[in-house]
């Protein structure tokens, strides 16, 4: 049986990560894909001209990247216009196919890192050669290791072998998005809130290709996500948003989590990313929050080893404030609150009386969906304002 000090399961943008930035010690990327693959995703980098200063792995790649810079949004509460805000950079939009590709070959440069196919089945403590570890099969195949590293996305194996319940209904969103080829000539990034009275939100994206189109659902929707994604996709042809001639490449269903699991860390295994549930809430933002909770897991097994959990606690803990308001609060209860009374308190607020005036409606609604001006001194965002329509 091959033996290995860290087994990372899940070459995901945390499983990379946590690969990058582990060192001293055998690593192996378990992933049930081969690579490249894609992922449902918006594909959408968050204020991302900030990443290179705390991921290194991201600086490394990210010329490689065929990325599209959006730096508008147009934000819709169902069928009511809500706001239009420019931006410096608002998110970098990447194909997650080419994206994740990149940073796991990053981490494979590693001399310690190596990849195996393996779709994991079965964790079991045991002891082997007399070292106290874990054995991990694919129902043929057995590896053996002394820490396991969960990045396996939101219906993770190794949540389940920490004893973390099955994610409940109201917990996790659903997604559908397709990819359009088509040429491109309104720019704006589009955010629908609510579509069809639902808790969720649909999505157009500029890409490099045309657009990315979605919905995401909080709860089980009362149509298939189908129905509400071609809904939205005559929506944005009738409102001239999408031209007249394009072609639909893709289609891809996904889901993302929305609560932080119980148990995210032993003194030997460790969950980041979606495997942990670290996603947004109000955004279902999740890339960054999966590469920065990769990187603390790598860190804490290299450098803090005899403190792994404490170290890791502390390092995760800002994380989970940001992505998720609060941690004592259930999603329901934020969403619902959310939907029915911010919005309007925004809509409220964000008229031409006040507009000349400092909107802190729309002021904290962007602090909250974005992580910016956190780097003083050389933060790319550092003296943005966010500017007013004028009307
Ligand atoms: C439709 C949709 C749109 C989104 N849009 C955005 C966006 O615009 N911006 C943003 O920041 N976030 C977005 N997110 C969230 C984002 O995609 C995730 O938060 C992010 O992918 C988490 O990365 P991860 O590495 O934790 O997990 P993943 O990227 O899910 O990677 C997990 C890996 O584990 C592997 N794996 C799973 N099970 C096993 C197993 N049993 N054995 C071996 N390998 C296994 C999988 O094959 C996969 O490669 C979106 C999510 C969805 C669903």
Redesign the pocket.
Known sequence: MEKYDVII?????????AAYYTTGLKVLI????D?P?H????????SSRDWPLELENYAKIKDQLTAYSCESLKLYWKDDYLLNRHFKHF?D?IS?YQF?NLLLEEALKKDNVTFLK????KIEKTNYEGIAGYTLT?GQRKIFATNIVG???????VAKFLGNPPLKRHAF?Y???CDIVCEKKDLNVYVVAGYLNEIGYG?I?PTATGYQV?V?IVRKPKHALQYYLNAFIERALKKKILPENYVIEKT??????LKVTRTYCTDNVLL????MG???LL?????????L??KFAGLALSQNRSNLKKFYRKKVRPLIWDTYLTPYIPPKIITLTFGAIFFRVVKFFDRPLFLRKINIFVDIFMRLTMHRKKFQGQSFYRDEKITIEKY
């Open positions: 399961v899940g070459a995901g943008p945390a499983g990379s990560t378990i992933d049930k894909s690579f693959r992922k449902a995703c918006g594909g959408g980098l968050m998110f939009q997650r994740d393996f779709d994991l089945q694919d990045a396996d996305g939101m219906h993770s194996q969103g997604c559908l998005e999505w994206f979605g995401g891809f269903g996904g889901a993302l989590p980041c990313g979606d495997a670290l996603v947004k955004t279902g933002e999740g890339i960054y929050y999966a590469m909770s990769g």
